[in-house]
């Protein structure tokens, strides 16, 4: 996928931010759980079960050459809400940025919208699904900075050029992707996309999702862009953490404190000293933190599984497969109710509904 990141990125920052703000182990693991999975759902459909039972749910990613991603309304329905959170030029509701149409849904950090969403998230806290939908949320959130000054549809505001300039502790990792692939990769590789399908960061191939990448690009209007990736992940850490602490505490509008200091210390050394060009040894890298206790919070072995046995679809409907079929039926469990799958997908549908047809109106913002 464009926006598919680290692997099990969304899980270990977001359980870091979680467990920083206050939440013991059960429910942060929920938490980041959700906040990872939402590039993992990819299935949507309807689950039918033996006994005429029936779940319609939807899917909040889409692999990367899906044919759903040349689709407007898919990007409407999965980009839009899930992963490229419109920004209204940094205005507040009932105002316009400059530009056109296309300027008020490019993707901004932490933007009105994205403080709306925040809101919406916290008074739903109390449903069943409150912890599930906070880790959507915080997704969500933390891409408003990975993903900024991108939109979530095919535009030319995506266009990316000069990407191969790559500065301070990028350029050595990005020298050894050239020896790999060649001097002239980077380049080819992002005008072949950019040009095929402009669709999110596509064009920027991976460089807005590693956490220690400082990189250079000119955006589609020839200006030169800067990009600290260490500084913009510990900045998105920090806004989850305070989002939490407003989930915890029940009020949206509280001064919360966020991240430590010591705690952010920690997190920006991570980010910028963990440069393995395997993205299997760095993801192992911030395990090990995490199991020596080194962000204030008791050690831990962190696990995450989005198929499989072990994974959440698996304990709420027993199937290990990829993709479902439309003939599928599932055995049923009076316990699929209360399934953290389930939850998961109720969660889905609550921030979808609610970033369409109740936070982005107010902005001026009419998406599907």
Request: aromatic share 12%; charged share 25%; hydrophobic share 35%.
């Amino acid at each position: 996928r464009w926006s598919r990141g680290l692997g099990d990125v969304y899980k270990r920052q977001t359980y870091v931010s979680a467990r920083s703000a206050g939440f013991g182990h059960r429910e942060a693991d929920t938490v980041a759980y959700a906040a990872q999975y939402v590039d993992d759902a990819i299935n949507s459909g309807t689950i039918r079960f033996h006994n005429g039972a029936m779940y319609t749910h939807i899917s909040s990613a889409h692999k990367m050459l899906d044919y759903r991603n040349f689709e407007k309304l898919a990007n409407h329905h999965v980009w839009i809400p899930f992963h490229f959170l419109p920004g209204n030029g940094g205005k507040k509701a009932g105002e316009n940025p400059s530009g056109k149409f296309i300027d008020k849904i490019i993707c901004r950090p932490g933007s009105h919208i994205a403080r709306d969403m925040v809101r919406a998230c916290v008074e739903t806290r109390n449903k069943r699904y409150g912890l599930h939908r906070l880790g959507v949320t915080l997704h969500v959130l933390a891409d408003s900075w990975a993903h900024q000054d991108f939109a979530g549809v095919n535009s030319y505001v995506n266009d990316v050029r000069a990407l191969d300039e790559v500065t301070a502790s990028g350029t050595e990792f990005m020298e050894r992707m050239e020896q790999f692939f060649g001097t002239s990769f980077n380049k080819a590789a992002s005008s072949f996309v950019g040009d095929v399908m402009p669709l999110g960061h596509g064009a920027a191939l991976s460089y807005p999702d590693l956490p220690f990448l400082k990189w250079t690009y000119h955006d589609h209007t020839g200006k030169r862009v800067v990009r600290n990736n260490p500084d913009e992940f510990l900045s998105a850490a920090d806004a989850m953490c305070k989002a939490i602490q407003c989930f915890r505490s029940g009020d949206p509008d509280m001064d919360a404190p966020g991240l430590t200091y010591d705690t952010r210390g920690r997190l920006l050394t991570l980010f910028q000293n963990n440069q393995d060009e395997d993205k299997t040894v760095r993801h192992l890298e911030w395990l090990k933190q995490i199991q020596r206790g080194s962000f204030g919070f008791p050690p831990v072995k962190l696990s995450y599984r989005a198929r499989g046995v072990g994974s959440w679809k698996y304990i709420a409907l027993g199937t290990r497969k990829l993709w479902d079929k439309k003939t599928d039926l599932f055995q049923y469990d009076p316990s699929f109710l209360d399934s953290d799958w389930k939850l998961f997908h109720d969660a889905l549908l609550a921030h979808r509904f609610s970033i369409i047809h109740d936070i982005l109106p107010r902005y001026g913002i009419c998406a599907a």
